[in-house]
Structures are given as C-alpha cells and as structure tokens.
C-alpha cells in the first residue's frame, strides 16, 4: 500500500467541504491499494489524515458521563444460523477477470445480505455471536487502511510463524479480504481460503483466492485441512479462546501453524500514569465490565499463548511489541508506525465501541460521543506520548 498527498491551498482544513475519510480516492492496481488524501500544505500529512470523524460533534464536556451496569435480558433474541454458503470455485475470478459482486451475491441467500441496520451503520445478519464491526463503507476502508498498519509493523511480512511457503491458507473473519489477497499475490501455488460472516470481499481477486460465509464460533468442518490458520483482531467477538483454537486446531494438518495477531487495548504514556479519570483509563476498564457482561473477551491478547496452549498447541511463541500511537517518537521508523496507529484507531474508534456501548452498556448516543471525542483527542495530542502492546502469537499442531 502506498500513500500519495496531494497538496493544497493553506485554507483551514475545516472549511474544506469534502474533506473526510470519504475523500480519498481507493482504487485497485494489480493488488495495491492506492489512498490519496487532500491536505493542506502547511501542515504535517499525518496530522492530516488523524482528523475527527465528519460530521461529529464537537463536545464540551468536562467529564464522561458514569456508565452503570444494567443487566442484560438472557431471552434478547439472537440471529438464527443461517444456511452455510460456500463461494465455490465457479464463483472465483480467473486471471482477475469474470465475475461480479453482483453476480456471486445473486448466488446467497438474501437473509445474509439482509443486513441489520443500527444507528446508521449496517452489521452482519448471519451467524451465531453478534459482533461489534459494521460492514458498510466506512468500515471496510478502516479495516483496509489498518492493514497497512499491520504489514508495516512486521516489516512487510504476512505472519510470523516459521513455515514454509504454505500450501493451503484459512484466514479466519477474514473481513475486506485484504490479507487473503494479498498472501494469494506473494504465494501464488498455495490455495488461500477467507471466511467471513459478510460477503464484503471483492469480485477481482487472485485466481487462487476464494472466500466463503461461515461463522468461526460453530465448528467449520475443515479437519486436517491447512498448514496455515491466521487470524487478526478478533477480540470481542468470540466467547471461549480455547474452544477457538481446538476448532483451528482440528482443521489444521498434522505440523500445521496457526498465527494470531490481536493489539492490547490498555493504553499507556511513556511520560507519566494515567489516572483513573483519563479518557483512556476509562476505555480499558469499561470494556473490562463489558468483558464481564457479554462473555466476549477484549482484553484476550495477553492470554492469547495460554489459551492456544491449552488447546494442544506445540512450540508456542508469543512476540509483544510495545508500539507508539502518534508521531512522538524522534525514530523515523518508530514516527512512521505510531502515525498509522494512530490512524487505524483514530478512524475505528467509534466502530469498535458503538454497539457494545449501546447493547451492553445501555449508553446513550450523546455519552458515546463523548468517550469517543474525548479519546480521539488524546491519541491526536502527541504531548501524551501514547503506546500500547501488540500481541503476536504463534503455534504448531503436532507432528504426530
């Protein structure tokens, strides 16, 4: 991925009438995504691109609003399974040409595109745990623009764990499909296979790449199957790890890997504590509470060795990088990823909060924005010296 500024006149960047995420032009070449974003030439491009949500608020709040701790209705309806849909062959491009989006979502069931709509923003309808991304728009090109972020933090490597060119590839809530694509353009003999609970993917993909609807909470059917299970940022969105892993466990061949990657949501400043009443602080212990109440686990990547351990996992390895958030470092490596973390959670903030926020912890919209404004804030202001732990994990199904 490659990004291109496009300089322009010295005008307030708020008064620029379409200056938002929805800006930059995403456009697909060979398989690269190219953002080109509008900024003002007196000022720093990634000061730039980590500007507030369009269109939100600005709140003036001194504090944010208490949560309280509602209990949840055990007899809330739940989405029922729906009827497994598998891409097939027939349905994936050749040469990166032939089929549409239209026509391989003619081929659904029209419960799964059914999306449900919630405060504007749309989620999956399929599958047995309710998640907390959205797949509309704005969340794709989020998820596009953090996986730049991952690719860079390991110096342009797909996954860590120590095995040969794969063969046969599952990449588990595989969202965009950005990271399948991409493990399909630098192996072109193995067989990459993405699975999601929305068909967001897009039609023009590698001639080996092929996604399917499926749910990664039920068992999948795959025994034996890949030398390689990789998965990304799902916290909050499974209810048992170990359980997670015995099922990727059991699809993976013997000697078989599986590689997670999943950040820390625990902020620290490398300048002082945080107190308890700092936007951050609060985050980490509201989404603990959600923890508690939901059953689906946030703060899952420091247990992340333990629990793939306990599946039966060999020759465990657990890498922890402490990554800035923000261009305080004085490195130039050190600027360049805290810039695009920054980025990636500036721009998923809202995302990732709103609903659990609102179903879980029955806020209401106005507190939302104010959790969100005031964290978003926090990560702009390079004074905090803002920096969290990603958690990259990795393990082996025995040879034998």
Not at 85 to 107: I, K, L
Not at 274 to 291: G, K, S
Not at 351 to 356: I, K, L, V
Not at 378 to 386: A, M, N, Y
Request: a negative charge.
């Amino acid at each position: 991925m490659a990004l291109f500024c496009i300089e322009g006149p010295n005008t307030p960047l708020q008064t620029w009438p379409h200056f938002d995420f929805q800006a930059y032009l995403r456009c697909t070449v060979g398989q690269s995504l190219l953002y080109i974003l509008y900024i003002q030439a007196s000022r720093d491009k990634f000061e730039a691109v980590a500007m507030a949500e369009p269109g939100a608020p600005v709140v003036a709040a001194d504090e944010v609003p208490a949560y309280s701790a509602p209990t949840l209705d055990p007899t809330a309806p739940v989405a029922a399974p729906l009827e497994f849909y598998n891409a097939g062959a027939e349905d994936v491009d050749s040469g990166y040409a032939g089929s549409t989006r239209e026509r391989q979502a003619s081929t659904l069931p029209s419960s799964i595109l059914n999306y449900r709509k919630e405060n504007g923003r749309t989620y999956h309808s399929y599958g047995s745990t309710e998640h907390w991304g959205p797949n509309d728009e704005a969340a794709k090109d989020q998820q596009d623009l953090s996986h730049h972020f991952w690719t860079l933090l390991l110096e342009g490597q797909f996954y860590l764990a120590p095995i040969k060119p794969p063969k046969k590839v599952l990449d588990l809530g595989t969202g965009t499909g950005i990271w399948a694509i991409a493990m399909g353009d630098e192996f072109p003999e193995a067989t990459i296979t993405g699975t999601d609970l929305s068909p967001i993917q897009p039609s023009w993909v590698p001639p080996n790449c092929h996604f399917e609807i499926d749910d990664f909470n039920k068992e999948y059917g795959r025994e034996n199957s890949y030398d390689l299970v990789h998965t990304r940022e799902l916290l909050g969105t499974i209810p048992n790890w170990v359980d997670f892993f015995k099922k990727a466990y059991a699809a993976l061949e013997p000697g078989g890997w599986i590689d997670c990657t999943e950040p820390g949501i625990k902020l620290s400043s490398t300048h002082y504590a945080l107190p308890a009443t700092h936007p951050w602080a609060m985050w980490y212990n509201i989404f603990i509470a959600i923890d508690a109440k939901s059953g689906l686990a946030f703060d899952i990547a420091p247990r992340l060795k333990s629990a793939m351990q306990e599946a039966g996992f060999v020759n465990v390895v657990e890498k922890k990088t402490n990554v800035p958030i923000g261009k305080w470092p004085k490195d130039k490596r050190q600027k360049e990823l805290g810039a695009w973390n920054q980025l990636r959670i500036d721009t998923g903030l809202r995302d990732f909060a709103e609903r659990r926020l609102k179903t879980v912890m029955e806020w209401r919209n106005d507190e939302i924005l104010v959790l969100v404004a005031k964290c978003r804030a926090s990560v702009q202001d390079p004074r905090e010296g803002l920096c969290h732990n990603i958690y990259h994990v990795y393990g082996q199904k025995p040879e034998k």
